[in-house]
């Protein structure tokens, strides 16, 4: 108890020097049922869940809460897809480039950030496959091993069109060991740089 009490005493003192101003209306603590009443004594400001919460783009709870997430998730992005297949019956090469650097990078972030989400991505990647891919080649049907194909990178014969359901497991790995050295020194208290 005492060490998040001083930590939210540091940030509040020392945050500004660095110029990180918190507010604490914006905080969210999220705490172990049986840490709940203690948690809202201490920290009567912030809000303090039971539950879980987004973070920073992620989610940070139960599988329940983190499906609902993602679905909700889901169906923003399942937009933005429609609104490219709208372009791409016009305009091919900017639906696809508007797909390829923009509109995937959000479920990227999200395979990176949020461990065991490629089940729940299975509707995304079905608008992807049915609906956007055939309007942007021109077909009305895009076969299985056609869909593997245009997940190949560029260089390689593909359109880069990643199959989200079958990377993102690997996205989540790869970013746990990309950032191992960091969490560990942060575990540990310790200074690397």
Not at 176 to 186: F, M, Q
């Amino acid at each position: 108890q005492h060490y998040f009490i001083q930590s939210n005493l540091s940030l509040q003192n020392d945050g500004p020097i660095y110029g990180y101003h918190p507010k604490p209306s914006k905080t969210w603590l999220i705490v172990k049922p049986e840490f709940y009443s203690v948690a809202t004594e201490l920290f009567p400001d912030i809000n303090v869940t039971q539950e879980s919460h987004r973070y920073l783009g992620s989610y940070i709870g139960s599988e329940n809460g983190k499906a609902e997430f993602v679905k909700n998730e889901i169906k923003e992005w399942t937009k933005d897809v429609t609104g490219l297949t709208e372009i791409a019956s016009s305009e091919p090469q900017l639906a696809y480039a508007g797909f390829v650097y923009g509109a995937s990078k959000r479920w990227n972030f999200l395979a990176r950030t949020t461990p065991g989400v490629s089940e729940l991505l299975n509707r995304l990647e079905y608008h992807i496959k049915d609906v956007f891919i055939p309007v942007l080649i021109g077909k009305l049907h895009v076969s299985e091993q056609l869909r593997k194909i245009f997940a190949l990178p560029a260089r390689m014969g593909g359109l880069s069109i990643a199959n989200i359901c079958q990377t993102a497991e690997l996205e989540y790995g790869n970013s746990i060991l990309a950032t191992e050295d960091l969490t560990n020194a942060i575990y540990d208290q310790e200074s690397l740089y």
